[in-house]
């Protein structure tokens, strides 16, 4: 018996040992091939009702599920992107006239995403081996677990989850998906569940697996991730649908531009990125919008895939824009002559000139830019929506009239302040507005038709300029935060825009709105205009404060409200003090 006993405890032991040893020879192969699942622990939840040790597991296993799917679906997506839909034309991303084409993907997701195997992390939820043996009274069989949770620990993600009430905060050590420490997972759900907590665990994984690869993803926060993970899939499956039934998809394409859009914005230097949404634009029909993000993307240091297919893409959707467009050009181009027209008569009467009203040329409508060359005003249709565009440009013309300036440094800036007031002034008129009711902005819209979104400009109402407040015109994702200036203190100097005349320009646009709230806008107006001959060619702003000044001085009186004014307007920059 005694004999029976001991064979049974070198036994037990040996197995144990022999586990022990196996598991021991495992993790090493592992950690030297870098190879092995990931573990995911038990969840451990705080709060709640019910049993949270099964709460918990029943929870590992959804995570676990989850991140399978999520890894099924997006393999699937990415390799069918990957080889693009066979049914459409890839150069041009056109498809036939009877049905829309299928974003031409073809090569851009392998940039974007990685291969498809990057998702994969293969993992796997810990459940450790009990073996219920005693020695001399001692259970041995618990030691187990521990050595396996010891072996395991660098490839074990623990997470726990606090309740209370419908709100979840979710912690989690995730230092088993790097080499090296990573940050730790923390995510508050508000009207959770157990269904929507394992989803978001599962994709915040596969984020931090892919900002591996790329660095951008590190960039997108939960929600925005989500986004772009939901457009592969869904574009995908369009495609399919596109391919094998000749499905009209354009409203589901553009559902899914509208979700996905303002991320080209806010990581407009993701190259990958942009063009994953251009070919969205192209297929939802939205050619503007495209030729947009296309020609961003030809600009980017890395390029997605190659510059000929790039330029292929922008040279056809520029002959479609051009045919789509060519009834609405009249149009655009007859708004843009009365912009003009009605610019030039108010200018005329302020001051005192019969000048003729400027021609007006159509550019192309990807061209994000106005301009007075010295003969015309060159502006794309989108302009026609934004009038005061049109009255800056043709104020030009009245202001080489009267004082032939440098364009560049602070004369550029003085002129280029003159244009804004001018057009204010034109935009109050016909707008029938006195200075204490009106916006003070210059071109409401434009910050969407530079976005490249000129469908928005009547609804996005961002200015280019505020004369009220230079500086606050906008923030924007694209073009960054309004530049302009509003004090001789923040005086910008340097060779980048010809010496700061647009950004600089903001101090006298702020000087011009002081004195208006003061003594009104056709007041003001005048004795700015009525400057004007005495500037020399380089005048700057100081003087330029000074000629005002002595223009109203001279005009009023130096004790005058309107000399009072014009001084009080210029200290408030800086400016004669």
Not at 426 to 445: F, L, R
Not at 454 to 482: F, H, M, Q
Request: proline fraction near 4%.
């Amino acid at each position: 018996m005694e004999i029976a006993a001991k064979v049974w405890v070198y036994l037990t032991l040996g197995v144990v040992l022999v586990a022990l040893n196996v598991c021991y020879v495992r993790v090493l192969y592992q950690s030297l091939t870098g190879r092995g699942d990931l573990v995911v622990a038990p969840v451990r939840i705080l709060g709640g009702t019910g049993d949270a040790t099964a709460a918990g597991e029943t929870l590992a296993r959804m995570i676990i599920s989850k991140l399978q799917s999520l890894e099924w679906d997006l393999q699937n997506s990415q390799a069918a992107l990957q080889k693009g839909p066979k049914a459409t034309n890839l150069a041009s991303g056109m498809g036939s006239t009877d049905a829309p084409s299928a974003p031409s993907l073809g090569g851009v997701t392998a940039g974007v995403l990685g291969t498809p195997k990057t998702a994969v992390l293969n993992a796997q939820l810990f459940e450790p081996t009990n073996i219920d043996v005693k020695v001399a009274g001692v259970e041995i069989g618990r030691l187990l677990p521990g050595v396996q949770r010891w072996f395991m620990a660098d490839r074990t993600l623990v997470f726990s989850v606090s309740w209370q009430g419908t709100t979840a905060t979710i912690a989690g050590n995730v230092d088993a998906l790097s080499t090296s420490k990573t940050r730790p997972l923390w995510i508050s759900l508000e009207n959770a569940t157990s269904d929507s907590v394992a989803t978001a665990i599962a994709l915040s994984l596969v984020q931090l697996q892919w900002a591996r690869d790329s660095v951008e993803f590190g960039e997108l926060n939960d929600q925005e991730f989500r986004v772009v993970v939901d457009a592969i899939n869904e574009i995908a499956r369009i495609n399919r649908r596109v391919v094998a039934y000749h499905a009209v998809a354009k409203a589901e394409f553009q559902k899914v531009l509208e979700s996905v859009d303002p991320l080209a914005d806010r990581m407009s230097g993701w190259a990958q990125l942009t063009y994953f949404v251009a070919s969205i634009a192209e297929a939802a029909e939205a050619y503007d919008r495209a030729l947009v993000l296309y020609r961003r993307v030809t600009n980017a240091p890395q390029l997605p895939l190659s510059a000929d297919l790039i330029r292929a893409k922008i040279s056809s959707l520029d002959k479609q824009t051009a045919g789509s467009a060519g009834d609405a050009k009249p149009k655009a181009l007859q708004n843009l002559k009365k912009a003009a027209e009605a610019a030039t008569a108010i200018l005329n009467r302020l001051f005192s000139l019969n000048l003729s009203t400027p021609k007006v040329a159509l550019l192309k409508n990807d061209e994000l830019n106005a301009f007075w060359d010295g003969k015309k005003i060159s502006a794309p249709a989108a302009v026609q929506d934004m009038p005061d565009i049109t009255y800056h440009e043709t104020a030009w013309q009245f202001l080489q009239a009267k004082w032939q300036f440098k364009w560049q440094d602070q004369s550029g800036a003085l002129a280029n302040s003159y244009t804004d007031v001018l057009a204010s002034l034109v935009k109050q008129e016909i707008a029938q507005q006195d200075a204490k009711h009106a916006d003070w902005t210059i071109a409401p819209g434009a910050i969407a038709w530079l976005s490249g979104k000129p469908n928005e400009i009547l609804t996005d109402k961002r200015p280019l300029r505020s004369l009220k407040a230079p500086g606050s015109a906008y923030d924007s994702p694209v073009l960054g935060k309004d530049p302009q200036v509003d004090h001789i203190s923040d005086l910008v100097s340097g060779e980048a825009d010809s010496g700061g005349i647009h950004v600089n320009s903001g101090i006298a646009n702020k000087a011009f709105y002081e004195a208006a709230i003061k003594i009104g806008s056709a007041k003001a107006g005048q004795i700015w205009i009525q400057s004007l001959p005495k500037f020399g060619e380089a005048t700057n702003l100081r003087t330029g404060a000074e000629v005002i000044y002595k223009t109203a001085v001279d005009q009023y009186g130096q004790k005058s409200p309107e000399a009072v004014a014009i001084k009080a307007a210029w200290n408030a920059v800086g400016l004669l003090e």
